[in-house]
Structure formats: C-alpha cells, structure tokens
C-alpha cells in the first residue's frame, strides 16, 4: 500500500519510526516532509499528505504533529478526506469501518513507537463496513460539497 506521510517538528520522531515500521512492513512510503525535529509550521506537511490521498497518489494517509489535533484539523480541509486523530486502535478501528476515514493523525507528544505501532496497522488492515454508513459518508461529502 501507498501511504502519504507527514510531520511538524514536534511529530518528526513518531514519523520517522512509524515510517520505519512501514517500509518494514512491505508499505511504500512518500514523506512530504518535514525531515528534522526544527521548528516549523505543521499546515504545508498536513495539506501535500492529505492532497496525495485525495488525489488518488497515495491509499492512506499518517500525518503527525504535538497533539495530532492541528494536522487532522489541515486535513480536514482538503475535499475528500476524512482524517481521525486516533488515540488507540479501537478508534482507529471504529474510524475505519464507519467513517472510511482515509487518514490518521497522531500525537507525537503523547504517543511512543509502540503505542502507535497498533493504531496504524489497525487503521491500515481495517475495511469500511458500507451500508448504512455509506450514506452517512456520502453526507459528509455533500456537506464538502455545500450540498447538506
């Protein structure tokens, strides 16, 4: 699978080990930045990840910042993506088989490796469920849309 990556300073090192662990994984991998732990601006990474999915480049997207909360905010933004910040794989999971959410924010300040290592493979092996949540989703999409 192809995954769209990102990162401000405060989510570089949780990104880089999660990048790790999906190249180890078999996954292709495109970082859009940023590539060092100095102080940046979290909204450019956000948006050229989440653009990957919406663009069809990229199956899923991870995108890391201190809370998670400011990338799934920028990602958001950008039509045709429903991003979650997830704190554990339950609700990475649940975003999965209800939301079809195609990306997943993280908190690099309160997620190590490992913690995040389930909430990703969660996320990434977890099918939408269709049905009545299809509609749903398609309401989210006239909401983009102005539609709703």
């Not at 662990?21 to 102080?39: C, Y």
Request: glycine residues 10%.
């Amino acid at each position: 699978m192809k995954i769209a990556m990102g990162s401000d300073h405060a989510g570089f090192e949780l990104k880089e080990a999660v990048k790790a662990q999906l190249e180890d994984a078999g996954h292709e991998v495109e970082d859009v930045g940023t590539n060092s732990s100095e102080s940046t601006d979290y909204p450019p990474f956000a948006a050229k990840a989440a653009e990957l999915v919406a663009r069809g480049e990229a199956e899923k997207g991870v995108i890391v910042c201190g809370s998670g909360v400011g990338v799934s905010i920028v990602a958001n933004k950008v039509d045709g993506i429903r991003a979650v910040n997830a704190h554990d794989a339950a609700e990475a999971e649940m975003s999965r088989r209800h939301n079809d959410a195609n990306v997943v924010t993280l908190s690099g300040a309160r997620l190590g490796p490992e913690d995040a290592k389930p909430i990703v493979e969660t996320f990434l092996a977890t099918d939408f469920d269709g049905g009545r949540h299809a509609r749903r989703v398609g309401e989210i999409a006239e909401v983009e849309r102005g539609e709703l």
